[in-house]
T-cell receptor, first 114, second 116 residues
């Protein structure tokens, strides 16, 4: 399967702990996106990368959130000092070159903060 | 500001009947519009997109969507529904005049239920 992959698929953590998620995009895609999806809602944009450069961050991305894509391939999303409100599905997507191209999504990482 | 609305939380259709899932949008310029489908425990799958050209766009699994600029709508349609079409459908829009090159806004989703 050469689609977008995410790891882990599920994460349960206690409030205050740090968590890190990984996304591996489709290999020839140079754009990578992170979204958050809560129950009953559509995905909300968090941030995106073109190659290794992080070009936009949503206001939803508080100081506790940080994303990296160090070599322009895989990306990590870290949440520090997790809060119960961080519980959600975190989706990664990638696309090829220009913004006209559709985004391909991974299966997501479901985060539960207890 | 760009936005997209899906006015129906749920649509119920009998197998074999035509289906429509509604979507309206608001953008500053000419929109780029997308439909995605989400099956349980799986990521969003791209169905179709409208960038420019013909108002009727054909996509995966027999779905199509009609772009209507005067009504600012992009309804998803299928002539004959299958039980396997039951899933959560999301409409999405990108405003090319918006500052971000790639940011797209998703609607809240419509759950499509096809009964045998």
């Amino acid at each position: 399967d050469t689609g977008v992959s995410q790891d882990p698929r599920h994460k349960i953590t206690k409030r205050g702990q740090n968590v890190t998620f990984r996304c591996d995009p489709i290999s020839e895609h140079n754009r990578l996106y992170w979204y958050r999806q809560t129950l009953g809602q559509g995905p909300e944009f968090l941030t995106y990368f073109q190659n290794e450069a992080q070009l936009e961050k949503s206001r939803l991305l508080s100081d506790r959130f940080s994303a990296e894509r160090p070599k322009g391939s895989f990306s990590t999303l870290e949440i520090q000092r997790t809060e119960q409100g961080d519980s959600a599905m975190y989706l990664c997507a990638s696309s090829y070159r220009e913004g006209l191209n559709e985004q391909y999504f991974g299966p997501g990482t479901r985060l539960t903060v207890t | 500001a760009q936005s997209v609305a899906q006015p129906e939380d749920q649509v119920n259709v009998a197998e074999g009947n035509p289906l429509t899932v509604k979507c309206t949008y608001s953008v500053s310029g000419n929109p780029y519009l997308f439909w995605y489908v989400q099956y349980p425990n799986r990521g969003l799958q791209f169905l179709l997109k409208y960038i420019t050209g013909d108002n009727l766009v054909k996509g995966s699994y027999g779905f199509e969507a009609e772009f209507n600029k005067s009504q600012t709508s992009f309804h998803l349609k299928k002539p004959s529904a299958l039980v396997s079409d039951s899933a959560l459908y999301f409409c999405a829009v990108r405003d090319p005049l918006y500052s971000s090159a790639s940011k797209i806004i998703f609607g809240s989703g419509t759950r499509l239920s096809i009964r045998p």
